[in-house]
């Protein structure tokens, strides 16, 4: 595929030219083959990379699956694994569609951009400035547990992409960042921002569980148990609608 594409180039860049100058040109055009080939060449490693990703995640899902048969296991941490494993498969699908951006960005035939030396150094300057790489280096220090890092990431994550799809996830994300960190009052303070500015988001039951969680920590069991209840009325058929109604059965049954 790689060497038709390349051909294909060529030789529609040669018919471009003025007969006197192919040989002139027969060098830029060759230049230019060679670039193409190495971004095909880049994509094809890309693509590698994103499936040995993929079976790792495939792997959890199947770890995810058995242990929910287990009792034993804390489903407040099986919550936390589903949340991994989602951000994940996010990442996944952005960098899929990151590969599939720049396909169609490969310089068309004969176009004079084709023999520029620069673009390609441009397009990647302008990756390393995007939404996606911000949040994900923020969620990285999320998971090597470097909350105050994670925190200023999705806080500048927000700042220059407020409604940005993940803006939701960024604000859940130092929720849970504040809620490791034992703060909780600033916690429930971010949950409760979330829910009240992403009201249709699809992180408004995990923000409710854990505004929940995070005042029965701080000892207003009362209201994080309303919190609760409210999370499994709206949300009733939800996972975290089950761990909340264990919490809220846990509570009472205490002496």
Do not use: H
């Amino acid at each position: 595929m790689k060497k038709s594409v390349s051909l294909l180039i060529g030789l529609s860049l040669l018919l471009t030219l003025p007969v006197f100058s192919v040989k002139k040109e027969t060098k830029t055009v060759l230049e230019a083959i060679q670039r193409v080939e190495d971004r095909l060449e880049e994509f094809a490693t890309e693509q590698a990379a994103l499936k040995k990703k993929l079976d790792v995640i495939e792997e959890k899902v199947s770890a995810v699956t058995k242990n929910l048969a287990d009792d034993n296991q804390n489903k407040e941490n099986l919550l936390l694994s589903l949340q991994f494993i989602k951000e994940e498969i996010n990442d996944l699908k952005n960098n899929l569609a990151k590969i599939n951006d720049r396909l169609t960005e490969l310089p068309a035939a004969g176009s004079p951009g084709i023999s520029g030396g620069t673009e390609g150094t441009d397009s990647e300057n302008a990756a390393i400035q995007s939404p996606e790489n911000l949040y994900y280096t923020a969620y990285s220090d999320y998971i090597k547990k470097n909350y105050p890092f994670a925190v200023e990431g999705f806080k500048q994550f927000l700042k220059f992409y407020p409604n940005n799809a993940l803006a939701d996830n960024s604000l859940y994300w130092i929720g849970e960042c504040y809620y490791a960190q034992r703060l909780y009052q600033e916690a429930v303070n971010t949950f409760t921002q979330l829910i009240n500015t992403y009201g249709d988001g699809d992180k408004i039951p995990d923000a409710t569980l854990k505004k929940g969680f995070a005042l029965i920590e701080m000892g207003k069991q009362a209201e994080g148990i309303e919190v609760l209840k409210e999370l499994t009325s709206k949300f009733p058929l939800s996972e975290e609608a089950s761990l909340a109604q264990q919490k809220i059965k846990e509570l009472l049954e205490q002496p």
